[in-house]
Structure formats: C-alpha cells, structure tokens
C-alpha cells in the first residue's frame, strides 16, 4: 500500500465527522419524535409509536393554534417587510443617493448587538403603547430583523436588472411606473421571491422577540418548543422542531433555484 493510498483516510474522517455533526443531531431528533419510552443507560429507544404526536395534534394539543399563528405571523411579516423593500431595494439600486453604504449598514444595527438587550427594551417600549401581548406588536419585532434580509436582497435584485431594457421601454413611451411593473419587477422577482422566503423563514423560526413581546397572549411554535423542552418533554419537544424544520429544508430547495449568482454578486453593492 502506497503513500497516496493512505490519503483518502484524512479525507474520510473529516467527511465522517462532518456527517455526524449534522445528521448525529437530526437523527437523534427524529428518534425522540417516534420514542415511547428511553431512558438511561439504553442506547436506543425501548418502544417506538406516534401517541405524542396525537397528544401535539389533538384539540386539546396547542400545536395546531400555534403553528397556524406561526405561519400568520410569518405572512404578515413578509408583506411588511417587502412592501417596504421594493421602493427601498430599487432606491437604493437605481438612485444616485448620498451615504448609499452607510444606509445599507445601519439595516444591519439589529443584527450587530444581542437579541436579548434589544428585545427586553422593545417589549418596555411596545407596553408603554399597548403592543405587548399582540400579534401586531410580534410582527413589528419581526420586521426589525426580516427588512436586512429584504432590502439587502431586493436591493441585489434591483441592481441585477439591465438598465438598458428600462431604457428601452422608456424610448417606446413606457411611463416610469409603466416600466417597473412590466419591465423591473418581474425580471427582479426571482429575487424578490427569495427575499420574501428568508423573510418568512427568520419570521416563522423567531423565539426571543416573540418570547418578550407576545407570550403569554401569543402562542407560537417556538414558543411551544422551549416550554416543552424546559419541561423535560422531549418528545413533544421533537415533534415541534421537526415541524419547524419542513419548511426550512423545502424553502432552502426553492432559494437555491431562485438567488441566481447574478443577483448574489449584487449584493452589498
């Protein structure tokens, strides 16, 4: 056995490390959500059945009113957040507008300090306004976060777009409104479609600002998923994560066909 023989061993552990940092936790995830009973020192579960999953869904359960609230949340977020990005998003990528990079950072100040100071002074904000314990008040949280993501993308989406087809319908009597509807904003709605998608994402699996603006009043499946796992009840616990992760595993699928590499050299720009 040669020397180059031995390389794909190197090789092999990291691939095998890096597998089990991924799938170890997802699996072991998984076989809490079918477990009946486990407990130490057994390595694998002693009863395997779905009763947790219709004690989680039954109507007596709260995980079909939080997850519907969940995805409520989620959508009215998405309207907010692009409703405001696509004026923004093409400001930013059409218009010659002073300090440009400076207003694209400061979109990022949510994301510069930790979620937990910002939070408890939101929520001693909103109380003062009545917005504590409401699904308004979550989806304004919500949006602080869910704008970086949806001008920072539709801004990329905006500036993929060749200016000489806006040109074009422009000389052919096309109205500047006339040629974002029909000429920008669909080129730029791969996108757009993207931007909603993180949006709706970071929305749906949001904890801490829903945590100290909405609960007790608003129940989500984030929520549900740190009082179950506080509890000590893993399966339930199991249950609600695997839910959480669906859409995120599908939408992953639907942005990799959408964010073209065109669109991602944009961004920051």
């Known amino acids: 056995m040669t020397l180059n023989d031995l390389k794909w061993i190197p090789r092999g552990l990291c691939l095998g490390l890096l597998a089990f940092a991924i799938f170890g936790p997802l699996t072991n995830l998984v076989l809490w959500a079918v477990t009946e009973r486990w407990y130490f020192p057994h390595a694998l579960p002693l009863e395997y059945g779905f009763t947790y999953w219709a004690k989680v869904f039954s109507p007596r359960g709260n995980a079909t009113v939080s997850l519907l609230t969940s995805v409520m949340i989620a959508c009215l977020t998405v309207v907010v957040s692009v409703g405001l990005a696509i004026p923004a998003g093409y400001a930013l990528a059409r218009l010659k507008l002073p300090l440009r990079g400076v207003i694209l950072l400061l979109l990022l100040i949510p994301q510069a300090f930790p979620n937990l100071p910002v939070y408890v002074n939101i929520a001693r904000i909103f109380y003062q306004f009545g917005l504590n314990g409401t699904i308004l008040g979550v989806v304004l949280v919500h949006v602080t976060h869910g704008l970086v993501y949806a001008v920072w993308i539709a801004t990329a989406a905006f500036s993929a777009v060749d200016g000489e087809l806006e040109e074009a319908a422009r000389s052919i009597g096309a109205s500047a409104m006339r040629t974002f509807v029909d000429v920008t904003l669909p080129i730029a709605a791969p996108g757009l479609l993207a931007s909603s998608i993180f949006v709706f994402l970071e ?4 904890f801490t600002g829903t ?32 839910v959480l992760l669906v859409p995120s595993i599908a939408f992953m699928f639907v942005i990799e066909k959408f964010l073209r590499a065109d669109v991602l050299s944009k961004v920051g720009r």
């Open 211 to 242: 945590y100290f603006v909405g609960a007790p009043d608003v129940s989500t499946l984030p929520l549900l998923l740190y009082t179950a796992g506080s509890g000590g009840n893993y399966q339930i616990a199991s249950i609600t994560a695997l």
């Open 203 to 206: 929305s749906l699996d949001e």
